[in-house]
């Protein structure tokens, strides 16, 4: 019914770039906050970032200054530029979305798939 397709995962060197994408299917009428959020090996899953419907984003202290979250409602997309990239931001990275199904009048919480990201000499 509702899909959250990631993608842009992969294995970069210090101090190189990454950009995440996460696109939302399926049948729904509408989406409010998105964000990314991150897990590492014996780590709690940690929130990144947040951007809301109509553009306002948050941060983590971590990513602050080096991570850029984004939008494009057009294709309901939700994208996470990350620059500087250091070997302690390996993680399985996971987009979020709360999404409005056809006859709810409330939002529900949907998560992506994951995609690794590995930061390594």
């Known amino acids: 019914q509702v899909q959250l397709v990631e993608s842009g995962g992969g294995l970069v060197q210090p101090g190189g770039s990454l950009r995440l994408s996460c696109a939302a299917s399926?049948?729904?009428?509408?989406?409010?906050?998105m964000g990314w959020y991150r897990q590492a090996p014996g780590n709690k899953r940690e929130l990144i970032a947040t951007i809301t419907s109509g553009g306002s984003t948050g941060y983590a202290d971590s990513a602050k200054g080096r991570f850029t979250i984004s939008r494009d409602n057009a294709k309901n997309t939700v994208y996470l530029q990350m620059n500087s990239l250091k070997p302690e931001d390996t993680a399985v990275y996971y987009c979020?979305?709360?999404?409005?199904?056809?006859?709810?009048?409330?939002?529900?919480?949907?998560w992506g798939q994951g995609t690794q990201v590995t930061v390594s000499s």
């Open positions: 979020n979305a709360d999404l409005q199904i056809p006859g709810n009048y409330y939002y529900t919480s949907y």
């Open positions: 399926g049948r729904f009428s509408s989406i409010n906050v």
